[in-house]
């Protein structure tokens, strides 16, 4: 059972092929997510995970750029994905434009919905966009003129168009992948739903619902973000990373290839990238034991207030307890 450099790809349901371990990059900063990308590309990272809200795939693009002039990697050896923000649900075509400007590329490999519900569209005194804006009461400036069937339907044009090879969407539950799925207007199938999955969320219903309908499921927050360390020390992970003479972040990671999704552990910290590619076979037996923790914990920590739209419509009959891990340090201009 040794630990192995884990370079597998799935196909996905429009026949292109992802690598089963991506990079993430939420709140890989300035000045570091530069190095991180390169860095991974040394180590043999070949899928990046960012988006338009992480405010870095400027530098990420700078990175990109200077692997390609090294000759570190060939562009179609890289998958690159990135996100959609909710201020963009009217015009994803002009979005995705911005973001392969800011990433020096001609395509990405998959442009995602970030998540379920559309933002106001507003401009600070100095003209650039406002990532979220607030009503009076404090709560998110939702416009709800827009919605995900419609923007679905600009998506579907971008695959035609060059600009992404793939489209898929992210926070996605049973029931909004369901009235997606029923649209009329719904003519690609989304070939992936990102969504919060870890040692303390589960979420077994939405996995099998997904694979029922040829969606892959990618794993965010697979350490438990800004709270890895709550994860990284559950006795459980810690006995199997001693058994598998692993970390116990390739534990979790490996169970989460295990239980069959892709998984986009983050770090900006040159070993951490290198050894996060490198995982484990678990056994059945092993798998279900860490499942068994998960089923008394079900914990998310990233669920910002997007009321009065609910968009885990779900967690209250799941029993899910929910709190942001993180706390948005200027709302203004960056988000989650
Ligand atoms: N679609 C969405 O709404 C959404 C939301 C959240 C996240 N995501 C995606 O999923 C990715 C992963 O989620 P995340 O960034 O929130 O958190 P994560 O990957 O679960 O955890 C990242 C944390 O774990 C630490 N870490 C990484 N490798 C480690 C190791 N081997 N040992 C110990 N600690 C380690 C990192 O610190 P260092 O960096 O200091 O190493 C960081 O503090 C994001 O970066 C993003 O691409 C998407």
């Known amino acids: 059972m040794p630990l192995t450099k884990n370079t597998k790809v799935v196909k996905l349901n ?21 190095q991180a990308v390169l860095d991974g590309i040394k180590a043999g990272v070949r899928h990046i995970d960012t988006a338009y809200a992480y405010g870095n795939e400027e530098e990420i693009g700078t990175a990109l750029t200077q692997a390609f002039k090294e000759g570190l990697v060939k562009r179609e050896e890289l998958f690159i994905t990135t996100k959609m923000w909710g201020v963009d649900y009217a015009d994803p075509e002009s979005a995705i434009k911005l973001s392969l400007k800011k990433l020096q590329l001609d395509y990405v490999d998959l442009y995602m919905i970030h998540w379920p519900v559309a933002l106001t569209k507003k401009f600070d005194a100095a003209g650039n966009v406002v990532n979220v804006s607030y009503l009076p009461n404090g709560k998110r400036d939702l416009d709800h003129s827009n919605n995900f ?16 090879k793939s ?16 649209a009329p207007t719904t003519k690609i199938v989304p070939c992936v739903n990102q969504i919060e999955a870890h040692l303390y969320l589960l979420q077994p219903e939405l996995l099998a619902f997904c694979k029922s309908k040829g969606i892959h499921v990618e794993a965010h927050t697979p350490l438990g973000g800004a709270d890895a360390a709550e994860l990284l020390k559950n006795p459980v992970i810690v006995e199997l990373a001693k058994k598998y003479q692993a970390s116990s972040a390739q534990i ?20 951490r990238i290198h050894d996060n590619l490198f995982t484990v076979e678990l056994s059945n037996e092993d798998g279900e034991k860490i ?25 209250e009959k799941h ?13 203004t201009t960056v988000s989650n």
């Open 14 to 34: 429009d026949g292109n092929e992802i690598p089963v371990i991506g990079l993430g990059t939420f709140r890989s900063g300035p000045n570091e997510v530069y």
């Open 149 to 164: 069937v419609k923007t679905w339907t600009y998506f579907q044009d971008l695959v035609a168009k060059g600009l992404t």
């Open 167 to 182: 489209i898929g969407v992210s926070n996605f539950t049973i029931a909004k992948l369901t009235e997606l799925l029923a």
């Open 252 to 271: 979790l990671i490996s169970w989460a290839l295990w239980r069959g999704t892709i998984v986009l552990p983050k770090s900006v910290k040159a070993e």
């Open 291 to 315: 499942n068994a923790i998960g089923k008394n914990a079900q914990k998310r920590f990233v669920n910002p207030d997007w009321s009065p739209f609910i968009v885990f419509d779900d967690d």
């Open 319 to 331: 029993g899910v307890v929910g709190a942001s891990g993180w706390k948005n340090p200027n709302p």
